[in-house]
């Protein structure tokens, strides 16, 4: 498409200043005054999306030891959250400090 490439030189300048405003809005300070909540929410996070794949991929065809490196490779929460939980808070569907 002709809008794809003309934006194309441009892409990555756009990714960059969104994941440096994402960077921005996060606090250091918050962060080591809840570091216990921040471990428990990746530690979370990251089996609870390992058991799903690992409980789901077989029923799709893969070998379990496929669904867990699937698993492993899902695992991890995309930068998208970030923009999701910025506007959770701003509609008062999670706390602030959050």
């Known amino acids: 498409l002709q809008v794809e490439s003309?934006?194309?030189p441009y892409k990555g300048l756009l990714m960059g200043l969104f994941f440096m405003?994402?960077?921005m809005e996060i606090?250091?300070?918050l962060f080591?005054?809840?570091w216990k909540e921040v471990i428990m929410g990746l530690v979370l996070?990251?089996?609870g999306k390992l058991s799903v794949m690992?409980?789901?991929g077989p029923?799709?065809?893969l070998s379990k030891i496929t669904?867990?490196?699937a698993g492993l490779l899902l695992a991890p929460g995309g930068e998208f959250a970030f923009v999701a939980f910025g506007v959770a808070v701003s509609h008062n569907v999670l706390p602030v400090p959050l």
Do not use: W
């Open 27 to 29: 606090s250091g300070q």
């Open 32 to 34: 080591v005054a809840k």
């Open 67 to 69: 669904a867990v490196r």
């Open 45 to 47: 996070l990251l089996t």
């Open 59 to 61: 029923l799709f065809g």
């Open 54 to 56: 690992a409980a789901v």
């Open 6 to 8: 003309d934006i194309a």
């Open 21 to 23: 405003s994402v960077g």
